[in-house]
Protein backbone atom coordinates (compact mmCIF):
# COMPACT_ATOMS: atom_id res chain seq x y z
CA UNK A 1 0.00 0.00 0.00
CA UNK A 2 1.27 3.52 -1.11
CA UNK A 3 2.69 5.61 2.10
CA UNK A 4 2.48 2.82 4.38
CA UNK A 5 3.35 2.79 7.95
CA UNK A 6 4.82 0.17 10.14
CA UNK A 7 5.25 0.19 13.46
CA UNK A 8 6.73 -3.03 15.72
CA UNK A 9 8.95 -3.19 18.93
CA UNK A 10 11.84 -3.27 17.39
CA UNK A 11 11.19 -0.48 14.12
CA UNK A 12 9.53 2.56 13.13
CA UNK A 13 8.96 2.95 9.48
CA UNK A 14 7.93 4.84 6.43
CA UNK A 15 7.37 3.41 2.85
CA UNK A 16 6.59 5.43 -0.08
CA UNK A 17 6.06 2.31 -2.61
CA UNK A 18 3.83 -0.72 -2.38
CA UNK A 19 5.35 -3.82 -1.53
CA UNK A 20 5.54 -5.68 -5.17
CA UNK A 21 5.36 -9.95 -5.12
CA UNK A 22 7.86 -12.30 -4.56
CA UNK A 23 8.50 -15.40 -6.33
CA UNK A 24 10.86 -18.01 -5.56
CA UNK A 25 11.80 -20.74 -7.95
CA UNK A 26 14.45 -24.17 -7.65
CA UNK A 27 14.45 -27.22 -9.55
CA UNK A 28 16.18 -30.30 -8.88
CA UNK A 29 17.11 -33.72 -10.56
CA UNK A 30 15.82 -36.91 -9.29
CA UNK A 31 16.83 -40.90 -10.10
CA UNK A 32 13.40 -41.82 -9.48
CA UNK A 33 10.31 -42.03 -12.35
CA UNK A 34 7.97 -39.05 -12.84
CA UNK A 35 5.10 -41.54 -11.05
CA UNK A 36 7.35 -42.11 -7.80
CA UNK A 37 7.53 -38.45 -7.55
CA UNK A 38 3.85 -37.56 -8.60
CA UNK A 39 3.22 -39.92 -5.64
CA UNK A 40 5.37 -37.86 -3.00
CA UNK A 41 4.60 -34.49 -4.05
CA UNK A 42 1.19 -35.05 -3.91
CA UNK A 43 0.98 -36.89 -0.74
CA UNK A 44 0.64 -33.45 1.48
CA UNK A 45 1.87 -34.36 4.91
CA UNK A 46 4.84 -36.70 3.70
CA UNK A 47 5.86 -34.04 1.38
CA UNK A 48 5.60 -31.31 4.72
CA UNK A 49 7.61 -33.77 6.44
CA UNK A 50 10.61 -33.60 4.11
CA UNK A 51 10.84 -29.72 4.91
CA UNK A 52 13.61 -29.28 7.59
CA UNK A 53 12.27 -25.87 8.15
CA UNK A 54 9.12 -27.04 9.79
CA UNK A 55 7.86 -29.45 12.38
CA UNK A 56 4.70 -31.27 11.13
CA UNK A 57 2.06 -31.64 14.15
CA UNK A 58 -1.23 -32.35 11.66
CA UNK A 59 -1.30 -32.19 7.40
CA UNK A 60 -4.58 -33.85 6.57
CA UNK A 61 -6.62 -33.31 3.17
CA UNK A 62 -10.20 -32.36 4.40
CA UNK A 63 -12.04 -35.60 3.14
CA UNK A 64 -9.79 -37.89 2.57
CA UNK A 65 -8.67 -39.22 -0.40
CA UNK A 66 -6.62 -37.76 -3.14
CA UNK A 67 -5.81 -34.41 -3.94
CA UNK A 68 -7.99 -33.11 -6.80
CA UNK A 69 -8.82 -29.94 -8.20
CA UNK A 70 -10.20 -28.25 -5.73
CA UNK A 71 -9.46 -29.96 -2.64
CA UNK A 72 -8.18 -28.35 0.51
CA UNK A 73 -5.63 -29.43 3.08
CA UNK A 74 -5.43 -28.54 6.60
CA UNK A 75 -2.08 -27.81 7.85
CA UNK A 76 -1.05 -27.38 11.32
CA UNK A 77 2.70 -26.69 11.63
CA UNK A 78 5.75 -25.53 13.92
CA UNK A 79 7.76 -23.26 12.10
CA UNK A 80 10.69 -21.54 14.15
CA UNK A 81 9.18 -22.35 17.22
CA UNK A 82 5.64 -20.98 16.70
CA UNK A 83 2.28 -22.92 15.69
CA UNK A 84 0.96 -21.79 11.92
CA UNK A 85 -2.34 -23.03 10.98
CA UNK A 86 -3.67 -22.30 7.01
CA UNK A 87 -5.11 -24.47 4.28
CA UNK A 88 -4.42 -25.05 0.65
CA UNK A 89 -6.53 -25.30 -2.37
CA UNK A 90 -6.01 -27.16 -5.62
CA UNK A 91 -5.95 -24.42 -8.19
CA UNK A 92 -4.80 -26.68 -10.91
CA UNK A 93 -3.97 -30.31 -11.54
CA UNK A 94 -2.46 -31.98 -14.14
CA UNK A 95 -1.33 -35.69 -13.16
CA UNK A 96 1.95 -36.51 -13.43
CA UNK A 97 2.73 -33.03 -14.11
CA UNK A 98 1.36 -29.71 -12.41
CA UNK A 99 0.04 -29.07 -9.32
CA UNK A 100 -0.92 -25.27 -8.28
CA UNK A 101 -1.98 -24.57 -4.54
CA UNK A 102 -2.87 -21.58 -3.00
CA UNK A 103 -3.23 -20.75 0.75
CA UNK A 104 -5.56 -18.70 2.96
CA UNK A 105 -2.56 -18.17 5.02
CA UNK A 106 -1.85 -14.38 6.56
CA UNK A 107 0.51 -13.99 3.96
CA UNK A 108 -1.25 -16.08 0.65
CA UNK A 109 1.21 -18.12 -1.65
CA UNK A 110 0.86 -20.01 -4.14
CA UNK A 111 3.06 -22.66 -4.97
CA UNK A 112 3.54 -24.77 -8.28
CA UNK A 113 5.50 -27.62 -8.67
CA UNK A 114 6.07 -29.08 -12.42
CA UNK A 115 7.49 -32.60 -13.30
CA UNK A 116 9.37 -33.24 -16.42
CA UNK A 117 10.76 -36.70 -17.16
CA UNK A 118 14.54 -36.59 -18.42
CA UNK A 119 15.95 -38.94 -20.66
CA UNK A 120 19.13 -39.76 -22.16
CA UNK A 121 20.13 -41.59 -25.31
CA UNK A 122 22.19 -45.20 -24.60
CA UNK A 123 25.34 -44.03 -26.64
CA UNK A 124 25.40 -40.95 -25.15
CA UNK A 125 26.45 -42.23 -21.99
CA UNK A 126 28.86 -44.29 -23.38
CA UNK A 127 30.23 -41.99 -25.99
CA UNK A 128 29.33 -38.56 -24.98
CA UNK A 129 27.71 -36.51 -27.69
CA UNK A 130 25.30 -39.37 -29.84
CA UNK A 131 25.06 -37.35 -33.15
CA UNK A 132 29.36 -36.86 -33.19
CA UNK A 133 29.84 -40.95 -32.27
CA UNK A 134 26.52 -41.80 -34.83
CA UNK A 135 28.61 -40.16 -37.40
CA UNK A 136 32.02 -41.26 -36.73
CA UNK A 137 30.92 -44.61 -36.10
CA UNK A 138 28.11 -45.03 -38.19
CA UNK A 139 26.16 -46.25 -34.91
CA UNK A 140 22.55 -47.18 -35.56
CA UNK A 141 20.25 -44.57 -33.16
CA UNK A 142 18.51 -46.51 -30.47
CA UNK A 143 15.36 -45.18 -28.57
CA UNK A 144 15.93 -42.81 -25.40
CA UNK A 145 15.48 -44.22 -22.10
CA UNK A 146 14.04 -42.28 -18.97
CA UNK A 147 16.58 -41.77 -16.32
CA UNK A 148 14.81 -39.56 -13.92
CA UNK A 149 12.60 -36.46 -13.46
CA UNK A 150 13.16 -33.02 -13.04
CA UNK A 151 11.43 -31.43 -10.10
CA UNK A 152 10.50 -28.02 -10.54
CA UNK A 153 9.19 -25.97 -7.06
CA UNK A 154 8.19 -22.52 -7.41
CA UNK A 155 7.02 -20.21 -4.65
CA UNK A 156 4.97 -16.61 -5.15
CA UNK A 157 4.09 -14.86 -2.30
CA UNK A 158 3.59 -11.02 -1.22
CA UNK A 159 5.38 -10.26 1.96
CA UNK A 160 3.65 -9.22 4.63
CA UNK A 161 4.91 -6.06 7.24
CA UNK A 162 5.33 -8.62 9.69
CA UNK A 163 7.58 -10.90 7.32
CA UNK A 164 9.73 -7.64 6.50
CA UNK A 165 10.14 -6.70 10.37
CA UNK A 166 11.22 -10.11 10.84
CA UNK A 167 14.24 -10.07 8.38
CA UNK A 168 15.24 -7.01 9.09
CA UNK A 169 15.55 -7.95 12.86
CA UNK A 170 17.70 -10.90 11.60
CA UNK A 171 19.58 -8.72 9.65
CA UNK A 172 20.38 -7.05 12.90
CA UNK A 173 21.07 -9.67 14.93
CA UNK A 174 18.08 -9.63 16.89
CA UNK A 175 18.53 -6.84 18.47
CA UNK A 176 16.03 -3.85 18.85
CA UNK A 177 16.69 -0.48 16.78
CA UNK A 178 17.47 2.79 19.41
CA UNK A 179 15.15 5.88 19.37
CA UNK A 180 17.48 7.23 17.24
CA UNK A 181 17.98 4.96 14.59
CA UNK A 182 13.64 4.78 14.38
CA UNK A 183 13.50 8.51 14.16
CA UNK A 184 15.64 8.51 11.46
CA UNK A 185 13.83 5.63 9.40
CA UNK A 186 10.94 7.68 10.29
CA UNK A 187 12.29 10.61 8.57
CA UNK A 188 14.47 9.70 6.03
CA UNK A 189 11.95 7.73 3.11
CA UNK A 190 15.16 6.88 1.69
CA UNK A 191 16.39 5.19 4.57
CA UNK A 192 13.85 2.63 5.37
CA UNK A 193 13.22 2.10 1.76
CA UNK A 194 16.46 0.86 1.47
CA UNK A 195 16.32 -1.29 4.74
CA UNK A 196 12.95 -2.75 3.63
CA UNK A 197 15.21 -3.69 0.02
CA UNK A 198 17.72 -4.96 1.60
CA UNK A 199 15.58 -7.18 3.88
CA UNK A 200 13.37 -8.26 1.02
CA UNK A 201 16.69 -9.77 -0.90
CA UNK A 202 17.62 -11.62 2.87
CA UNK A 203 14.04 -12.48 2.53
CA UNK A 204 14.04 -13.73 -0.51
CA UNK A 205 17.56 -15.94 -0.27
CA UNK A 206 16.36 -17.27 2.86
CA UNK A 207 13.62 -18.54 1.23
CA UNK A 208 15.36 -20.26 -1.50
CA UNK A 209 17.86 -21.66 0.47
CA UNK A 210 14.57 -23.80 2.45
CA UNK A 211 13.37 -24.61 -0.80
CA UNK A 212 17.04 -25.88 -2.04
CA UNK A 213 16.91 -27.87 1.28
CA UNK A 214 13.91 -29.55 0.46
CA UNK A 215 13.99 -30.24 -2.50
CA UNK A 216 17.23 -32.02 -1.56
CA UNK A 217 15.60 -33.85 0.88
CA UNK A 218 12.57 -35.11 -1.90
CA UNK A 219 15.49 -36.20 -3.66
CA UNK A 220 17.54 -38.09 -0.74
CA UNK A 221 13.85 -39.95 0.21
CA UNK A 222 13.37 -41.25 -3.45
CA UNK A 223 16.66 -42.28 -4.34
Known amino acids: MSGEIVYSDSSFTHYSSPITPMLVSRNIDIAATAERVWTLVT ?8 NPAVKVIEVEIEGGGLLQRDSSTRYRLEIGGRIVEYRTRVLELVP ?12 PFETTLELMPQTRHPWRA ?35 TDMIQRAIDQLGGG ?10 LWLDGDASERLRDHALQHLESSLGVTLDRWLAAIRDDLE
Open 175 to 184: QDLGWRERLT
Open 126 to 160: ALGHVSLASRLLRLPSATPLTSGTRLSHSERLEPT
Open 96 to 107: GRRLVTRSDSAA
Open 43 to 50: DPRRRASL
